[in-house]
């Protein structure tokens, strides 16, 4: 069943809440509603935006995540948009000195997940682009995430904190299984040696005779290439290909002993 | 030690390849270059890029990434590219119809964590915005990478695909636990109604006259509100906390038993 977000919302569907708090843009707002319906969010709550509302490039970002922001509500202060929800998580780039846990956003997600299946509210709470959450607004929160980053680069703006948050609650009730099929075990031989292997076959089928037909040429050459990237040849297996190659070629002069 | 580009690519400490088939758009070229760094991918490759290079504006959406961007090379074919590299990991929104192993991105991070920890060169491949790969380009990769997301809204850019990828690829190796510090079992009230408790605490305390001086009132409040939102009381102990105020209150007038 495909619920409008004010439904999903009311029903508890929507995920959990997700509180900005004081954004300096639209776009990034609108970006922030992709992101949260990209992993099944709809409840968006701004605390006093620094820009009007409705806002023209807010739905552009959105790219057709439209339902998002029309259910959204703007709230006066981070105590009324938190006021029926029971657990907040506020996110921030480095961890402050707080007696609060702190956790990855996949901690956050997987200990979200327990509380909402508990029939709690969980909301997650971000602060304004430039400067973060101040320990005002960190003091209202229940735990702290931190999404571990590159230390000599950690450059995350909004709506992409807000992807991966997301995204690790989408994942922590997902159930893909990581992998499907089977996964070669051997090494094979890199792209440009088997493209060199592919070369010098197809040169010597050439010298061959084997293509009889220039219109044909190009689908058989094709389909050698596909049948021997599928399969992979390892390097050792290639290095067999080539000696068997010369070896056919070097005696295709002489008169096959039958 | 913090390596250039370069220099990481060429110990292979740089993390798997990003490889961009035909990208549309300078700026997202920028976007995925920071996408990339903020999780220590420094090696970014393209393949016919439908703009000119050097670009203005993928400088100035890489955020500071300049590393990847110098770094960055251009190829003529997906071939080239992918001429060093032993495993390609290809993106896409759906998977089809294939002979090759299917992935989440955490499935795919962990399996290219192994691959490279055994010295094999790893690469990501993305699609054009728009268009994503053809089969043509599928039939190179040796593993399809499909991102889970809501079924019904799956519009993720080339960066946000990217960042997904970067981040399941960090997180595979990072080692911060998800989550320190205690987390608390008891179902707290929600904040409003902690609000109205405490609300209700302080009108009786003035109506006690408990805040003498008017100028420390409101460093007394807010201590007591510190108090209580540390501790998180549950709703249980809310409304055992009234009966004890209440309780108090109501004693006040009369003269205490001794």
Redesign the interface.
Known sequence: M?LTAKAARATGEGGPAVVLFAPQLGENVGQVA??M????LTDLRLVRPRFGWPNAKAVAAA???HAVLNAMRIFPSL?EA???????FATTARPREM??????A??AA??ARRLAG?G??VGFLFGPERSGLSNAEL??A??IVT????P??????LA?AV??CA?EW??AA?R?????????DE??????EL?GFLAFLVAELDRAGFFRSPTRRGSLVRAIE?MF??R?PTRAELNLLYGIVKQLAAAGGRPRNL
Chains 1, 2 share one sequence.
């Open positions: 495909k992709r992101a319906l990209n992993f099944g790219a057709g995540a105590e938190s006021a029926d929800l029971h657990h907040l007696e609060k846990p702190v956790m990855t996949e901690g997987v200990e508990g709690r509210r003091a209202l229940d735990a999404i571990p980053l590159n000599a680069f950690s450059s995350l703006n992409q992807l991966l995204y989408f994942l997902d893909t299984p990581p992998v499907q099929g089977e996964v070669p090494p094979p031989a890199t792209k440009a493209a596909v990237e599928r992979r």
